[in-house]
């Protein structure tokens, strides 16, 4: 997966600000989304990362990735064993 580079500021200005909405991201697969309106479907947004938001995966992210890691190893073993 390509890795989006972050601006790290602490301090944004723009203008022409139509409004603005919080959520919070959610897991979507082996990735992560934020929700947003269909109206705005095409327009340039800011995705701005806030210093107090909670960093902490939930506990279905982590076992989810717990268990597709260790089924890959399966998988890899199964293979050498194979040749």
Do not use: Q, W
């Not at 997966?1 to 602490?10: A, D, N, Q, S």
């Not at 800011?46 to 260790?70: D, F, M, P, Q, W």
Request: charged share 40%; with cysteine; glycine share 8%.
């Amino acid at each position: 997966m390509k890795i989006v580079p972050i601006e790290l500021k602490t301090k944004l200005n723009v203008e022409g600000i139509r409004g603005f909405i919080k959520r919070k991201v959610t897991p979507f697969g082996t990735s992560a989304k934020v929700d947003c309106p269909k109206e705005y479907l095409g327009h340039e947004v800011y995705l701005v990362i806030l210093e107090n938001g909670a960093k902490k995966k939930s506990k279905k992210v982590r076992r989810g990735l717990e268990n597709s890691s260790s089924k890959n190893r399966r998988a890899g073993e199964e293979r050498s064993r194979k040749r």
